[in-house]
Nanobody
Framework: QVQLEESGGGLVQAGASLRLSCAAS????????RAWFRQAPGNAREFVSA?????????DYLDAVKGRFTISRDNTKNTIYLQMNSLKPDDAAVYYC??????????????????WGQGTQVTVSS
């Protein structure tokens, strides 16, 4: 089993930055694909960013966050990060981290992930 725990959410003003962390424990390795999704009230869960496993993980981003958000991973700590800059009110949501074994399906499909965290709230005031 794998456990994921997010941290780093909070209330910020538009234009500010936050860094989310997702620490993994249990039977997980650096080969796992790790991702961030978000869900705002009344909206469906939305892919935000992902990083594949290995030493040169490939990254993918939702168009709306490209150039503002950066995903990274520290395999020595089994932790991924989401650096969020220039936050907008539209970024407000509960952010969830997810993990899965490598496969050929799109990293953007939430249903392909095996493990999920409890979520961390990000609130952005205008």
């Amino acid at each position: 089993q794998v456990q994921l725990e997010e941290s780093g959410g909070g209330l910020v003003q538009a234009g500010a930055s936050l860094r989310l962390s997702c620490a993994a424990s249990g039977r997980i390795s650096s080969s796992y694909t790790r991702a961030w999704f978000r869900q705002a009230p009344g909206n469906a869960r939305e892919f935000v960013s992902a990083i594949t496993g290995g030493y040169n993980g490939r990254t993918d981003y939702l168009d709306a966050v490209k150039g503002r958000f950066t995903i990274s991973r520290d395999n020595t700590k089994n932790t991924i990060y989401l650096q969020m800059n220039s936050l907008k009110p539209d970024d407000a949501a509960v952010y969830y981290c997810a993990a899965r074994l490598p496969n050929f399906r799109s990293v953007r499909i939430g249903e392909t992930y095996d493990y999920w965290g409890q979520g961390t709230q990000v609130t952005v005031s205008s």
